[in-house]
């Protein structure tokens, strides 16, 4: 809402404070001061002239050489817009002026005439393009015949005016009228409030005997009044009027338009004029459309209505969308002569539904959605009448013709001082509470410390006693309110055990070298389907797709954490940062239904994608790349540190490198896997080699055993045994080291792999793994013989399984 | 005897003084104190001396050894410091070599601000839940006191699902859903973190994805001063204890008073600036007391009841506290930005 102050000065004083101050305390009080703006500025040497004489310019054929009475003296003024002409009163800035934008108005020669001034659109004395009335957009402003030659254009054209825009939150509808605001304004500043009055001399002739109104939706339509005008001549409203719709950011179009949208921004009442004449009945008949019926509307635009839909009808077909368009049929136009005027009360609902339907958001359907006040509907017709018999010549006729169920009563509202004080931490007293509900213009009736408030119909956001909890506060003052900790009970907060271990990983993951990333949950259709880890694909039904995404790109909801991490590699990539390594801990979303109707179950993945050199030290000769142990190397000391066994078993993974892929097990149970991107993908990607994980942390939280328990350091010392074992190239470590562990009993506290070696010196086809095994025992000094009664069932059980040979 | 044990006293000593090296220092120790050295054969040779010449001859055969053995033992030391340096001098090395680096990491800047809203928060006695990203309307909505059709549902443009799920646009249904579980049986005081996701274009201020951290206090007699008190502790903790607050009102319909809360503009002081848009004041968060309605549908006593709520964007916090640009570096990870806030 734009609020115009000179407009705001017609209904309370406001001179003692400066614009700025009125904005901070409307800002604190009640609605948020968007911007605080000029409409224009003020100019200086800019006067009204009369144009006495124009004739063409004598060496130009589009120039115009005037004669222009500028008060005291009469000035010779080349002019170039078309639409001036003899006789007009014009803006003319005199030598010495200077406009917008620094131009400076001097004397001069134009092709050898004497130019002594300049005459001015709009536009050029600061006033925004699309607030000028179209008849001068093209060309300089005429003022109406009344304005006095020489007077300053400055007031004349509200130049110096000053806007408020406030940011109205949904319950503030009430400050959608200057009325609404000039009652808040009032209330801040503890003034006396000034109402417009709506008398007009109606004629003898009836409205009654012209238009009857039926209404067969008065759910819909409580309230439908229509005022009947005769004898109009549309043209140009007043200037002062054309100046605050401009002021409040509508463009000026004629008078009787013109009138109905200056009592909207008034009263906050739309108000519709139908040209009485093209009305097509003397029935105005409000019901519900039929399905299928159609109407076109003021933008030309034929649109298709349901049973949904309100509309007003002349008894056959739909005139109009009930708040939110009036029909083509009937529009107003420069030769109307009689004009039907429609003040209503729509129910909010009924036009939210078909404004949003339809696209057509307007100044009318936003009050109406958000609620009117019923006490100023005929006032806003009335208003309208008075106005249409001054500006355009009109005879009103008597009476209404009107439909009228409407709840006309305000609500009460029961306050106590002490709840009150309560509730806000204050002490306010019953006197100080009485004085704010006077400020605010609200009748009550007090006893003692019981306040009963009839809250004003302008103010349907008072309902409840937290409504007047708040009105009570904001105008207290929350400066005033004091500052408090609870006193309730000393809980003490602190975080969960599992809030607790995901900020372990956390900073475990970021010491070991990985950066957190935070990526997007809605990722493509076609992302969503990939890399995700087997033991979610498993069960998984379908992806979960929004109804109406606002682009493919965010369309789905994600099943990995990699595709999206994997794009934000490769626009690193592509940003030469060439060594990444990310992780991030979040939801994947899975459905397991064909469509969905239940929420989708989210699932915590900690995943990460590693790339490029994991350390580059290159005076010292040492460079390591990223490669699947340095990912595995960093997945077992944080399961370690989480206590918790984890196996890699090698699987192939879709999307991944068949030979470089692990799949994660805790006991039986698929956790996710690791390994090297397929190659193929990693191109897809844009990608160079790059590892990844993808992890149930759901699972791992549950695992997880919290207290360690004190193990004790170890008294006796330990025995290292080495073992080099020849294998087929085929035998994996694992399945070595788990027949180590097996075989050689309890004692065997640890196993080492410290070298793996293929080539020269053995069979083709063979490789030698070597490992240490180290032996303990808690309680006392191993001996010789039972050290190598193990070893030798080592050797035995992998000969056995894995026919391995000691490497000789 | 005497004579000769003198001048093998002086050779020895000479011989000392002459090494070089802790090899000729060896042989000296050898040649002389050694069971074939002289002073051994002079010791043999005693028997034949007198009783009386016997003790002389031999204390001073013993200080004579004694002697020579002090001398090969300092001059050893001083060899083995000389040789020490020599070594130590020859393993110096260029200190300012760079180091083998070791790989870093470091948390998003939205973790970061986040563990610090809850840190702070949990020291004023709330806990911290979570709850899912995928919503039903009723706890994303309804329950907030948000039916259908209300008009301040156009104030959160939603990512529908379908009619009854979606993405949740703010993560007070957690809070909803905690009271909920507790059914009005004791108070709540808890913080809720997480994603939430709001149909807008994606831009420089706007973001379809982004972070909020809702908190709710429910208890018998709570006030909204100490709303303002606790919101006071939390704006000095985070941006300086300089900062002053101010509530404004605003409305949120799970909320009644709704305010708003701006901190002083730390830029100027509260003069008024570019960054708070000349008005001294930058706004934060928004807050209120629970709606008696919402308390309600919780299976609160409204009457028995009161608390207060407040909500605030980590991502915008995070921008004002750190002068980020543009609300998109924090979701296309460059490294570039990410290694930034990587500091403690």
Not at chain 1, 350 to 377: C, H, I, M, Q
Not at chain 1, 684 to 700: A, C
């Amino acid at each position: 809402m734009f609020v115009s102050i000179n407009w705001l000065k017609n209904y309370v004083d406001i001179d003692q404070i400066s614009p700025e101050d009125l904005a901070e305390r409307i800002t604190k009080t009640g609605i948020e001061v968007d911007g605080l703006e000029r409409f224009a500025n003020k100019v200086n040497n800019v006067v009204v002239g009369y144009v006495e004489a124009c004739e063409k310019h004598p060496n130009a054929d589009k120039l115009n050489l005037c004669q222009v009475n500028v008060g005291e003296e009469t000035l010779q003024i080349i002019c170039g817009a078309p639409n001036i002409a003899k006789g007009q009163k014009v803006a003319v800035a005199k030598p010495g002026a200077v406009l917008p934008g620094n131009f400076k108005i001097k004397k001069a020669k134009l092709r050898g005439v004497e130019s002594n001034g300049m005459i001015c659109s709009l536009q050029e004395l600061g006033v925004e393009e699309k607030f000028v009335p179209k008849e001068f957009a093209n060309g300089i402003f005429v003022f109406p015949e009344d304005a006095e030659t020489g007077t300053d254009v400055t007031e004349l054209l509200n130049l110096d005016d000053i806007i408020i825009e406030l940011d109205l939150t949904p319950n503030r509808s009430d400050a959608l009228s200057m009325l609404g605001v000039a009652y808040e304004v009032a209330a801040i500043l503890d003034v006396p409030i000034r109402l417009p009055h709506t008398n007009y001399h109606a004629a003898e002739e009836k409205t009654e005997d012209h238009v009857s109104v039926k209404v067969e939706a008065s759910e819909q339509n409580p309230y439908y009044g229509a005022f009947l005008v005769k004898d109009v001549k549309v043209g140009t409203s007043p200037l002062w009027m054309r100046n605050y719709l401009m002021a409040a950011g509508i463009r000026p179009i004629n008078n009787v338009v013109d009138i109905t949208n200056y009592v909207l921004l008034e009263y906050g009442q739309p108000l519709h004029a139908f040209d009485y004449d093209k009305f097509g009945s003397t029935e105005v008949v409000v019901r519900m459309a039929n399905e299928g019926e159609t109407i076109v509307t003021l933008d030309d635009q034929e649109r298709t209505l349901s049973s949904e839909h309100l509309v007003i009808t002349n008894g056959k077909e739909p005139v109009a969308l009930a708040g939110v368009m009036g029909g083509a049929d009937t529009e107003v136009s420069d030769q109307t002569t009689s004009v039907l005027l429609e003040a209503a009360y729509f129910d909010g609902k009924t036009v939210r539904k078909a404004s949003k339907e339809f696209d057509l958001r307007s100044e009318a359907s936003t009050r109406f959605e958000k609620g009117v006040d019923p006490n100023r509907v005929r006032k806003a017709g009335e208003k309208a009448c008075l106005l249409l018999e001054k500006y355009a010549g009109a005879t009103v006729l008597a009476g209404i013709s009107e439909f009228d169920q409407l709840e006309y009563s305000e609500k009460t509202v029961t306050i106590w001082t002490s709840t009150i004080n309560a509730r806000l931490g204050t002490d306010i007293s019953n006197e100080e509470i009485a004085d704010i509900l006077r400020k605010l213009h609200f009748n009550f009736e007090q006893d003692d410390e019981t306040f009963t408030v009839y809250a004003p119909t302008r103010r349907q956001d008072i309902v409840i006693f937290e409504d007047m909890l708040e009105e009570v506060a904001r105008i207290y003052g929350y400066d005033n309110l004091p500052f408090t900790l609870p006193s309730g009970g000393s809980q003490a907060g602190g975080l969960t055990k599992q809030q607790e271990l995901k900020r372990h990983v956390k900073r475990f993951l970021e010491g070991a070298g990985l950066s957190e990333t935070v990526t997007y949950s809605l990722t493509t259709k076609d992302r969503a389907t990939q890399l995700i880890s087997p033991e979610v694909a498993k069960d998984l039904v379908s992806t979960v797709s929004l109804a109406m995404p606002m682009s493919e790109e965010h369309s789905t909801l994600r099943l990995s954490l990699l595709p999206e991490m994997l794009a934000s590699v490769a626009y690193n990539l592509a940003r030469k940062q060439s060594n990444v390594a990310y992780y991030e801990l979040g939801s994947i979303f899975i459905s397991k239904e064909e469509k969905v109707s239940q929420q989708p179950e989210e699932k915590l993945r900690l995943a990460g994608a590693l790339t490029g050199e994991w350390l580059t030290h290159p005076w010292q000769q040492e460079k390591k790349s990223v490669d699947f142990f340095v990912v595995k190397g960093i997945l077992e000391a944080l399961f370690d540190s989480l206590s918790v066994k984890v196996n890699f078993v090698q699987e192939k993974v879709d999307g991944m490198h068949p030979g470089r892929t692990a799949c994660l097990y805790i006991g039986d149970r698929a956790i996710g896997f690791a390994g090297q991107i397929h190659p193929q993908v990693q191109k897809e990607y844009d990608l160079k080699d790059t590892f990844v994980f993808d992890i149930d942390f759901d699972y791992i939280l549950e695992v997880h055993e919290n207290e360690p328990s004190f193990a004790g350091i170890p008294r006796y010392p330990s025995v290292t045994r080495d073992i080099a074992l020849v294998v087929d190239e085929t035998v994996q470590a694992g399945a070595i080291q788990a027949t180590i562990a097996e075989a050689g009993g309890e004692l065997v506290k640890d196993i080492q792999v410290f070298d793996v070696y293929q080539g020269e010196h053995l069979t083709e086809g063979k490789k030698s793994i070597a490992f240490s095994l180290f032996y303990q025992d808690p309680s006392r000094t191993l001996t010789d013989e039972e050290v190598e009664a193990s070893y030798q069932a080592i050797l035995a059980a992998v000969a056995d399984q894995h026919q391995a040979e000691l490497r000789g | 005897m005497k004579d000769q044990l003198q001048a093998l006293e002086k050779e020895a000593l000479q011989k000392v003084e002459d090494a070089s090296s802790l090899k000729e220092l060896q042989d000296v120790r050898v040649a002389y104190l050694g069971k074939k050295g002289p002073i051994t054969e002079v010791l043999k040779g005693m028997g034949k001396l007198s009783k009386e010449e016997r003790p002389v001859i031999g204390e001073l055969a013993n200080k004579v050894r004694g002697q020579v053995a002090e001398a090969i033992d300092s001059k050893k030391a001083g060899i083995e410091a000389a040789e020490l340096e020599k070594q130590l001098a020859e393993e110096t090395i260029d200190v300012t070599l760079p180091g083998r680096p070791i790989p870093t990491g470091g948390p998003h800047l939205l973790t970061s601000i986040v563990e610090e809203i809850e840190d702070l928060f949990i020291g004023m006695g709330f806990e911290v839940r979570e709850g899912p990203e995928v919503e039903t309307d009723y706890y994303n909505f309804e329950a907030l006191n948000l039916p259908k059709d209300h008009p301040a549902r156009d104030m959160q443009d939603t990512f529908y699902i379908t009619d009854e799920i979606l993405m949740r646009t703010h993560t007070s249904p957690v809070q909803a859903r905690t009271m909920n579980m507790i059914k009005g049986e004791r108070s709540v005081k808890m913080i809720c973190p997480g994603k939430v996701y709001r149909r807008d274009t994606d831009d420089a201020t706007h973001s379809h994805q982004f972070t909020q951290i809702e908190g709710l206090y429910v208890d018998k007699n709570v006030r909204m001063s100490d709303l303002k008190g606790v919101l006071d502790r939390f704006a000095k903790q985070m941006f300086g204890e300089d900062r002053e607050i101010r509530l404004r009102p605003s409305f949120f319909p799970f909320t009644e008073p709704s305010v708003e809360m701006d901190i002083s503009c730390k830029v100027c002081n509260g003069e008024g600036c570019s960054v708070c848009k000349r008005t001294g004041w930058i706004e934060i968060l928004g807050a209120g007391m629970v709606h008696p309605r919402v308390l309600k549908m919780a299976g609160y006593d409204p009457e028995e009841y009161s608390g207060f709520a407040f909500g605030m964007g980590p991502d915008r916090i995070a921008m004002l506290k750190y002068g980020v640009d543009d609300i998109r570096h924090f979701y296309t990870n460059d490294i570039r930005f990410l290694k930034q806030y990587h500091q403690a």
